[in-house]
């Protein structure tokens, strides 16, 4: 089966690939290096950024993308840019091993533990964009170099960015998915905290 296929089938057949957060994410702040750990086969960031670092350490995901042609292919004929699109795929566990690259912004999905273990790798005015995984917020909250200035969430078919905190009542309620016409459609409930790297 076409590699492709894969990310088709997961995410844009079922409009999981949230093109418009990224939309919006870009919107936030001028940045060239993007860096998504855990990514999956997760492909949109490069429809929508220039430069992309993704990170995962599963090797079906690694395999996925040593079909670096299909892809480059793939994000050729469907991005939103004029330049040249330039990524890059790092077989990794950074819980345990270190990358020395510095980005301009993190994007942590569901990344597990992705707030210990990646900030160092974020420039000064950078940007961290991540749900509340596993208590996730909790981590990077308590960072003394990470400042939480605003969140994303979806309103009805919008996404939207709040500048400023959530309210402490206000919580995730998690992905879900309806079926409708036979296919399983995503409706995304996660709130988005976006912290600036200040020291």
Request: with cysteine; hydrophobic share 30%.
């Amino acid at each position: 089966m076409n590699k492709i296929k894969k990310y088709e089938n997961i995410y844009i057949n079922h409009d999981f690939e949230r093109i418009q957060f990224f939309r919006l994410i870009k919107s936030l702040k001028k940045v060239e290096k993007i860096l998504y750990p855990g990514c999956s086969f997760h492909i949109t960031p490069s429809l929508i950024f220039p430069d992309v670092t993704y990170m995962d350490k599963d090797t079906n995901v690694a395999n996925f993308f040593s079909n670096r042609n299909g892809i480059e292919q793939y994000i050729s004929a469907h991005k939103e840019y004029k330049s040249k699109s330039h990524f890059s795929f790092v077989k990794l566990d950074y819980a345990q091993d270190k990358i020395r690259e510095q980005f301009d912004m993190i994007i942590s999905i569901f990344a597990d533990s992705a707030g210990q273990y990646l900030p160092g790798n974020l420039r000064k005015g950078g940007l961290i964009i991540s749900n509340d995984f596993r208590s996730e917020i909790k981590t990077l909250i308590s960072r003394k170099d990470l400042k939480l200035i605003g969140h994303i969430k979806k309103n009805k078919k919008k996404y939207e960015y709040i500048n400023e905190a959530p309210n402490r009542s206000l919580t995730s309620k998690g992905r879900d998915f309806v079926q409708k016409n036979g296919t399983y459609t995503y409706r995304d409930k996660e709130i988005y905290y976006v912290f600036e790297k200040i020291e």
